[in-house]
């Protein structure tokens, strides 16, 4: 018997890739459950093999930190054949990573990462401390999602770990370099939010201006952050030109 959209699907074998409906016209194939670099890598090359398939009916993408949505048309394809199609495009085991590598500056502290010293006594760290911390770490973009081009990443030193506020705030500046739980990440738009904010980038993370390339990371960049002061973030906020350095 077919399988139908109320019914996941699986491929053969131990840890196998799993198909689930996402309502009647999308699905989700999910290739782990964890937050995985090796996970995520998989679920990236899975994204450019299905954009490149040319399968009939596929409509669109989107990559998770473990899984892939995919929406589709209905009337072009069936649940059942569209999700064995799919099974077929994932990549075995590891792949190579092709992300970019980034160094945006940041301002941290002040009016600009206002839960630094929060943090800080947290972990019974100094300010120092923790800034060292998170500028020694080389961070993933796992995914780009709930505002246009935030960026969830992965690679947040431990003694950094920090449940995110009890009180979300209704609002915060974009840009801001934050950190919530296990997760690192930089906001592009002015979002509620309860993560702790760190410091501020004066890259616009998000600009139509761009075209194309209106959110400046994608998933599988790697991000690595430096220092600056205020008057550095004010003369770059106003810059026409880069302000985060691409290093491969």
């Known amino acids: 018997m077919a399988a139908g959209p109320d019914d996941p699907v699986a491929a053969p074998g131990h840890g196998a890739p799993r198909v689930r409906p996402a309502g009647d016209a999308a699905l989700t194939v999910e290739l782990g459950d964890t937050v995985d670099p090796v996970v995520n890598r998989r679920v990236l090359e ?103 081009g935030f960026a969830y990443m992965g690679g947040l030193p431990e003694l950094l770990h920090t449940p995110r506020r009890a009180s979300p705030r209704l609002r915060i500046p974009a840009n801001s370099v934050a950190i919530g739980g296990v997760q690192a990440g930089i906001t592009s738009i002015p979002v509620p939010s309860g993560w702790h904010l760190l410091g501020r980038t004066p890259a616009r993370m998000f600009d139509l201006a761009r075209g194309d390339d209106a959110f400046l990371l994608a998933a599988g960049d790697i991000v690595r952050f430096e220092r600056i002061d205020t008057a550095t973030f004010a003369a770059l906020e106003g810059a026409d030109g880069p302000v985060a350095r691409r290093v491969g």
């Not at 930190?65 to 075995?92: C, E, T």
């Not at 085991?93 to 010293?117: I, K, N, Q, S, T």
């Open 46 to 148: 899975f994204d450019r093999r299905v954009r490149a398939s040319g399968l009939p009916g596929l409509l669109e993408s989107v990559p998770t930190y473990r899984s892939l949505f995919v929406q589709y048309d209905p009337g072009a394809v069936a649940f059942d054949a569209l999700a064995a199609a799919l099974l077929a495009l994932v990549p075995d085991g590891d792949v190579p990573a092709e992300g970019r590598r980034w160094v945006f500056p940041v301002c941290y502290g002040g009016e600009h990462g206002e839960d630094l010293g929060h943090v800080a006594g947290t972990h019974g760290l100094t300010a120092e401390q923790v800034v060292a911390a998170h500028l020694a770490a080389e961070y993933r973009v796992y995914m780009i999602g709930f505002a246009p």
